[in-house]
């Protein structure tokens, strides 16, 4: 399908836009055939700007405006079996109030695509960005990818569509980016031309859809206990599968834009002692605190991690098993569990190496509170404090630490 | 999806004996035309539609509405009510012209 020439980008830019900006900026490149959504800070800005597309023309999506995100997302289910390319975007509550569909969504093997603006979840009410939302449903099945800034953002969206839609996979993706932080906040971003954006996503050939009369079928039928357990039993292999899929998009990403991604990002890992593992804007900031520190001669090294669902196990043992020390960042709690979701899975990821690092969790930035420099490099001190402790015996500082949780920027007196 | 395997689960009823790897994927149903063998009439609501054939203009509404397809035909005359599939809904009663009325819901197995 065509776009009007007054939208149509020709030839690569540079240019200053908003992580919804550019998400949006994505969705019209990609050029879905049905997008069903419903308004939510910080997400509004995502859908408005693509609403505005559709009004003026500049893609020919049905779109469809519902009353709630359980709609939206029901609507999305309705017209991905039916045959259509077809996204929606949430956030926070509005991601929550889809609960129940994203499994449905998963289960009947929908690829859809969903930026999710992450925001925190009631109560208190909370606009702001917070992991809670999406690890709250982190079992429904979905692949979860999350951006570090506007760029990832973009690019993550348009590789979202290769990986749902891959026959080996055919499982719905979102897509998180940080609420204000990335989707309010201001970078430079490069986009990519629109017919660079439709060649890589490729037309959209379902195998099988239910506009097809020559081969009726039936989606949803009732599977009890003599066969829902292998239904699902085929989705959990199918998100095992695509991780090689999710690093081939990348890699072909790569060639295509200089950008590589994998399911992790190792930053400094090469001779890295003391680490951090984080998702998000804050890998970011760790950057840059870790250029400081390596000024200083620290061994600071991080790990983001990009892809959570399939969890990127192989990737993290194979990254800290070298490590002294490492420090797993959650922007989400789970409130006297063994740590915030991403610690819990990664000292899972590690166990039984020979050499495991001493492992610590920090919950930080619930509700969208900052984390700063200073804040990070506070946790690299601790590692190094907590690496010279388990010099003299290593087993009970383990043990020890794998259990604690610390709360970072939290006003503790 | 392969489509030999889809008809496989559905002729040997295979869903209990297919391992994970053979079944059809996300729990689809790769052909048509099962619904008619799943006999849904024994839980109907508790009023069956009656036809009376000699009142029916043939205007084909109650096959148009019925969510069942339990309205029967022969060509494009209306031939009777499939008790199998119907669930006593109603909807055909609704539909039914007002001044024709041939479809009448009245209640069943002596309870009303």
């Given at each position: 399908?065509?776009?009007t ?9 540079r240019?200053?836009?908003?992580g ?9 490149q990609?050029h879905p ?6 308004p ?7 859908v408005?700007?693509?609403?505005r597309?559709?009004?003026?023309g500049v893609?020919q999506?049905?779109f ?6 359980h709609?939206?997302?029901s609507a999305?289910v309705?017209?991905?079996?039916a ?5 929606t ?29 992450n ?10 960005g917070?992991h809670s939302?999406?690890m ?7 692949i979860?990818?999350?951006a ?5 953002a973009?690019d993550?969206l348009i590789?979202a569509?290769?990986?749902a ?22 970078e ?6 629109d017919?660079e954006?439709r060649a890589f996503?490729?037309e959209?050939?379902p ?6 009369v020559?081969?009726p ?10 066969s829902y357990f ?5 989705l ?6 695509s991780?090689?899929?999710?690093a081939?998009v ?6 295509l834009?200089g950008?590589?991604y994998g399911?992790?990002?190792p930053?400094?890992?090469?001779d ?15 950057k840059?605190?870790?250029d ?5 001669g620290?061994?600071?090294?991080l790990?983001?991690v990009?892809?959570?669902r ?6 993290l043992r194979?990254?800290?098993g ?10 989400a709690d789970?409130?006297a569990?063994l740590g915030g979701?991403?610690f819990?899975e ?9 050499q ?12 969208g ?5 200073e ?10 404090q907590?690496?010279?402790?388990a ?6 500082v383990?043990a ?6 610390r709360?970072?920027g939290?006003?503790?007196? | 999806?392969?489509?030999s395997?889809?008809a ?19 729990g689809l ?9 799943v006999k849904?009439g ?7 539609p009656v036809?009376?054939?000699?009142r029916?203009?043939h ?8 969510p ?7 060509g494009?005359k209306?031939?009777g009510?499939?008790y ?13 012209p007002p001044?024709?009325?041939a ?7 002596g309870?009303?």
């Amino acid at each position: 399908m065509a776009t009007t020439e007054a939208y149509r980008i020709t030839e690569r830019r540079r240019v200053t836009m908003t992580g919804a900006e550019a998400t949006a900026e994505a969705m019209r490149q990609i050029h879905p055939d049905v997008v069903a959504a419903y308004p939510i800070t910080p997400q509004t800005d995502i859908v408005m700007r693509f609403a505005r597309f559709v009004a003026d023309g500049v893609v020919q999506t049905e779109f469809v405006p519902v009353e709630s995100e359980h709609s939206a997302l029901s609507a999305v289910v309705g017209a991905s079996a039916a045959g259509a390319r077809a996204m929606t975007a949430t956030s926070g509550p509005g991601f929550a109030l889809m609960h129940e569909i994203l499994y449905v969504a998963a289960g009947y093997r929908l690829p859809i695509v969903m930026p999710v603006a992450n925001r925190a979840l009631s109560g208190p009410i909370n606009i702001h960005g917070d992991h809670s939302d999406t690890m709250g449903s982190r079992d429904a099945g979905w692949i979860h990818l999350y951006a570090e800034n506007a760029q990832e953002a973009y690019d993550d969206l348009i590789q979202a569509v290769r990986i749902a839609e891959h026959p080996e996979v055919r499982v719905p993706v979102l897509v998180g980016q940080d609420g204000f932080i990335i989707t309010h906040g201001m970078e430079i971003v490069e986009v990519l031309t629109d017919d660079e954006v439709r060649a890589f996503v490729g037309e959209y050939r379902p195998e099988r859809y239910l506009l097809d009369v020559d081969h009726p079928m039936t989606v949803g039928a009732l599977a009890l206990q003599n066969s829902y357990f292998e239904v699902k039993r085929q989705l959990a292999e199918a998100v095992r599968r695509s991780a090689r899929i999710i690093a081939d998009v990348g890699e072909e990403f790569g060639r295509l834009t200089g950008r590589y991604y994998g399911l992790t990002e190792p930053y400094r890992m090469e001779d890295a002692e003391l680490v951090i593992v984080a998702i998000g804007s804050t890998a970011g900031t760790a950057k840059d605190v870790i250029d400081e520190l390596r000024g200083r001669g620290v061994k600071a090294g991080l790990v983001k991690v990009r892809v959570f669902r399939p969890f990127p196990a192989r990737n993290l043992r194979d990254l800290l098993g070298r490590a002294r020390a490492v420090a797993v960042l959650d922007r989400a709690d789970s409130y006297a569990g063994l740590g915030g979701p991403l610690f819990a899975e990664t000292k899972a990821a590690l166990y039984g190496l020979p050499q495991a690092p001493v492992m610590t969790g920090y919950v930080y930035g619930l509700g969208g509170r900052d984390i700063t420099p200073e804040m990070i490099a506070a946790v690299y001190d601790d590692l190094g404090q907590l690496a010279e402790r388990a010099r003299a015996d290593h087993a009970a500082v383990a043990a020890e630490a794998a259990l604690s949780v610390r709360y970072l920027g939290v006003r503790e007196r | 999806m392969n489509p030999s395997r889809g008809a496989a689960f559905i002729e040997r009823e295979a869903s209990v004996t297919l391992p994970w790897t053979e079944m059809a994927e996300a729990g689809l149903i790769p052909q048509g035309g099962t619904a008619a063998r799943v006999k849904t009439g024994a839980w109907r609501t508790g009023s069956m539609p009656v036809l009376e054939l000699s009142r029916c203009i043939h205007c084909l509404r109650c096959w148009i509405w019925c969510p069942d397809s339990a309205v029967l035909l022969d060509g494009e005359k209306v031939t009777g009510i499939d008790y199998d599939h119907c669930k006593g809904c109603g909807i055909c009663a609704q539909v039914c012209p007002p001044k024709v009325h041939a479809i009448e819901m009245v209640p069943e197995g002596g309870e009303a």
